[in-house]
């Protein structure tokens, strides 16, 4: 009997340790839902373009608010850095700490372009300038007006020589002045003239479409009056912009415990509409117990919320999901040849393995990314068809065909252009008869990472293709891309990604001067349509976007790129949310009226799953 | 004694020295830089370029380590982390401070619960109470760390709400108080738990051995054949010649109180020393992985100086000369 119960004992243990356990075997497996159930949540719920989304992008709900206290999980596996400064932070988590202290400077059109709020914008082409107008009730969270002096200052503080941050670039390199300032030869920035209080203008030596997104702009001002006594070499780690930054956002900040947690309260002298809730906290957590977090209420809001255990949190009654397309692809990519560091420009080579296009093709056709999709991904990725992300809602162009998965059609294009299995080894030979195989190099990280590349390789090999995995493992992330970017000779094929920023432009990852360009493709037509969507045809008569032009130069760049297989795009991400059932308003679309002072509580209580 | 004391302190400069050379020439020997995470396509290729020189990087690698050296020496300087634009002392010191709370809380309570359960298991060998012992042993030992700290964490924290499940401390305290004090250990008590549990494991099974081992000696039986009552048998004689090897470890102990555990960090998120660790490596903040070695091995040329100064006092027969 006794030695029964400490069997029993045991056993218990050891069935908590498998269920552990299981959970995380289970991940890597398709979700098994109702097919019904799926038709049904998919007809209500939006498009980006042809992309279905599986929930919905707002929830909105009418009621009391209550105040209280709204808790935001920030998913972040290590500290926070917490530079509240924006032109000294880097990372997105503090990116993510600061947005309810910002005041929505600016705001974003259809493709993420700059469109006036609280600072209104004009751009004129033929004087080269962009005229910046502050709203007048801006105020910052101690009572202090904002003016054109806190934009100027922003300017003087990146162009500075002992600055050390990321955004002295060639953007902001192009306004009038800047390198002289830069250089200490001169006291001001010529191109920066401050019309009145709250208006402020900008020369720029050349004026190119990026300056429609911001290039060589503020995104938001910074207190002068707060900060301009601190030197700039100390500013970074100045408790102004590490503990007790000001806002001129719907929010401040009252406490932060560092690395950690931040609170916010209303700010008094916030000039938009009232907040709903008294007081937000920001808590960084861990990604591995975040579908706990919310069945027991912890947290009301969790953005970017992680699909690696998603089976565990779709269900639970207490949230309700939101979706929406990120500013992401995925590729396979082609080492097509060399950078030329010399001449600061790629050197294709036309002898690379994977130099013939029709090679290129089959190994497109050959991909089934959509049964990845389905088994690793719970379909939250969406085959792509381009290399502009779908959040550029009218440049990407949503109908052009993708490389649909065709085995027979790369067995076929493989056929007619040569690459026949002459040895009789199962494996194709290349025109010449020489043995091709193939390096594919993937990155490690995460449960499904090396399946994803087998899934990959199994593909290549079922059209004949002998694809191997370079030295036959996976390589860390930070070797990954020194062996990209240094053109290692033993990769041909490689699997990475691009999270692209807010300027669609694909020079800086395309463009024959790029060095991001890691697949060192280059080509006369390329330049061309480059050149036409940089061109200073983008502006229209009244000085802001052509549309219509933009549309055709990004579109025949697209189909371009797709007919050459520069590279292979695999995926869009959907990108997650998950609110507490009390929370009454919460919005993904980034062209949006909502901003933190919208949201507020149903109840003073969290939801919590039965 | 002191002489040796001295020499063992004198010898560890060559040998900081020679780890210097090879965590320096090993952090440099990775792919990547601390910039290699800045690429993005909004990114100008320049910046990145920019940033490498003004961080020392394009200079030989001799030059750097000279350089990083002599900073150490001349300034105390141990650079600034490139990831959270701080200096590495503070950063460090921030961390340590967080780090040496929670391994002593650990310490405390896994002594608490190793001793008593390894003199128990070991006088009374044999019975229901060694038994259950035994088994507590191998299920813990059984257990992988990340497990039993993710099932704590979900019954104590999130299902009964008994702990804060994230930090180190509430927000909006002030540090000296008594309620920060207390937040803190309220924030620190499952993780130590945590731990605990799984360091009594070395501990209950050496001292239960070596209590099993030390009743069949010959100066036990001399001791009981003289009337000795057995409490005291226990107590005098046993119990300190068993501490022996725990005796021996004592040292490492206290100078690990600082290494931190990355998986109990991660599973709490408590913000410590190994995570900052692993969290550096992978980003590359060479200031910040240096560091840490040379504290790392600092301590633990301390750590076997401190257990050989531990071994004579708990043991005449030793003496170190």
């Known amino acids: 009997m006794r030695k029964s119960w400490k069997i029993i004992a045991l056993v218990l243990v050891l069935s908590l340790l498998f269920a552990a356990c299981g959970k995380n075997a289970e991940e890597a497996t398709a979700p098994k839902g109702n097919e019904e159930e799926k038709q049904e949540q998919k007809q209500s719920y939006g498009k980006v373009g042809n992309i ?48 309810p202290m910002l005041c929505g400077f600016f705001k974003s059109g259809p493709n993420l372009e700059m469109k006036d709020s609280n600072c209104s914008i004009n751009f004129d082409k033929d004087r080269k300038t962009v005229t910046l107008k502050i709203n007048p009730n801006l105020s910052w969270s101690d009572g202090v ?56 203008e900008v020369t720029f030596k050349e004026f190119y479409p990026g300056i429609l997104w911001g290039a060589g702009i503020p995104y938001n001002p910074e207190p002068k009056h707060y900060l301009k006594d601190i030197p700039l070499k100390e500013m970074v780690s100045h408790e102004r912009v590490r503990l007790k930054p000001l806002s001129c956002g719907p929010f401040m900040v009252s406490n932060i415990v560092a690395g950690e947690s931040v609170e916010y309260v209303p700010n008094p002298h916030w000039c938009g509409e009232k907040p709903q809730v008294d007081k937000i906290v920001i808590k960084r957590t861990n990604p591995d117990t975040i579908a706990e977090a919310l069945a027991s209420g912890v947290f009301d809001v969790v953005d970017g919320i992680s699909i690696s255990s998603y089976d565990r949190y779709k269900d639970l009654k207490n949230i309700t999901l939101l979706s929406n397309v990120s500013r992401t692809y995925w590729y396979i990519g082609f080492k097509l040849g060399k950078w030329d560091a010399e001449k600061g420009q790629v050197a294709p080579n036309p002898n690379a393995k994977l130099a013939d296009v029709k090679l290129r093709q089959a190994i497109a056709y050959a991909m089934n990314n959509k049964e990845v999709a389905e088994r690793f991904y719970h379909n939250l990725r969406i085959p792509a068809n381009a290399l502009i992300d779908p959040m550029h809602t009218t440049f990407w162009n949503e109908k052009q065909e993708g490389y649909d998965y065709n085995p027979e059609k790369a067995k076929q294009i493989l ?64 070797a990954f891309y020194d062996m990209i970017a240094q053109d290692n000779p033993e990769i041909d094929l490689y699997m990475a990604g691009w999270s692209t920023g807010s300027n669609p432009d694909p020079q800086g990852l395309y463009g024959r001067y790029a060095q991001f360009n890691y697949t060192r493709f280059a080509s006369e037509e390329n330049d061309r349509l480059l050149a036409a969507i940089a061109s200073e045809k983008a502006f229209g008569e009244d000085g802001y976007l052509d549309e219509e032009y933009l549309i055709k130069a990004y579109h025949d760049w697209q189909a371009y790129v797709r007919d050459q297989v520069v590279v292979a795009p695999t995926f869009y991400t959907i990108s997650l949310s998950a609110i507490n059932n009390r929370v009454n308003y919460w919005d993904l679309n980034v062209v949006s009226d909502w901003w933190w002072e919208k949201v507020g509580l149903l109840s003073d209580t969290p939801e919590i799953a039965k | 004694m002191w002489k040796t004391i001295l020499r063992r302190v004198l010898l560890m400069i060559p040998q900081l020295f020679i780890l210097s050379i090879i965590v320096f020439a090993l952090g440099k020997a990775m792919p990547g830089d601390p910039f290699t995470g800045l690429i993005t396509p909004d990114m100008d290729p320049a910046v990145i370029e920019r940033l490498r020189e003004e961080a020392g990087l394009n200079d030989p690698i001799p030059v750097q380590y000279k350089n990083w050296i002599v900073r150490i020496l001349r300034d105390g300087d141990f650079g600034r982390s490139y990831t959270y634009k701080m200096p590495v002392t503070k950063l460090i010191g921030k961390r340590a401070a967080n780090t040496l709370w929670l391994s002593l809380l650990t310490v405390i309570l896994t002594y608490l619960i190793a001793i008593p359960l390894g003199i128990y298991a070991g006088r009374y060998n044999g019975s229901k109470f060694d038994k259950a012992v035994m088994v507590y042993n191998f299920i813990s030992y059984a257990i992988p760390r990340f497990i039993l700290g993710l099932l704590l964490l979900l019954f104590f924290g999130y299902r009964l709400k008994w702990v804060p499940t994230t930090g180190s401390v509430d927000l909006g305290l002030e540090p000296g108080t008594l309620d920060y004090f207390l937040s803190r250990l309220h924030h620190m008590i ?9 360091g009594t494991i070395g501990i209950v099974q050496y001292l239960r051995n070596e209590i099993i081992d030390a009743k069949t000696q010959d100066y036990v039986k001399t001791a009981r054949s003289k009337g000795v009552p057995t409490n005291k048998v226990y107590t005098h004689h046993i119990f300190r010649n068993s501490l022996l090897p725990i005796a021996a470890f004592f040292g490492f102990t206290i100078t690990g109180l600082l290494g931190g555990s990355v998986f109990i960090e991660t599973i709490f998120t408590y913000p410590g020393m190994g995570e900052l660790f692993v969290s550096a490596i992978s980003s590359r903040d060479y200031s910040v992985i240096n560091s840490l070695v040379l504290l790392f091995g600092f301590l633990t040329l301390l750590g076997s100086l401190l257990s050989d100064i531990i071994m004579t006092i708990v043991d005449p027969r030793i003496r170190i000369e």
């Open chain 1, 145 to 200: 007006p904002v003016t054109a002096d806190d934009l100027i200052f922003v300017y003087e503080c990146i162009g500075h020589k002992d600055y050390t941050g990321v955004r002295y670039d060639r953007n902001y390199m192009n306004v009038v002045g800047m390198e002289e300032y830069h250089a200490g030869k001169a006291d001001t920035i010529s191109g920066i003239k401050k019309i009145d209080d709250k208006t402020l």
């Open chain 2, 190 to 198: 499952l993780p130590a738990i945590t731990s605990a549990i799984l």
């Open chain 1, 415 to 478: 056929d007619e252009a040569g690459y026949v299995d002459v040895d009789g080894d199962g494996f194709r030979e290349d025109p010449k008869g020489n043995k091709l195989k193939i390096n594919f190099l993937s990155m490690a990280g995460g449960e499904i990472a090396e399946p994803l590349a087998q899934f990959y390789i199994q593909c290549w090999r079922d059209v004949g293709l002998d694809v191997v995995l370079q030295n036959g493992r996976l390589v860390e992330a930070n």
């Open chain 1, 52 to 99: 279905e989304l599986p929930y919905p992008t707002v929830v909105k709900k009418d009621g009391e608010t209550v105040g209280g206290t709204l808790n935001v999980a920030l998913i972040a596996s290590s500290p926070f850095e917490g530079i509240f400064n924006t032109f000294l932070y880097e990372n997105s988590d503090d990116s993510s700490l600061m947005q």
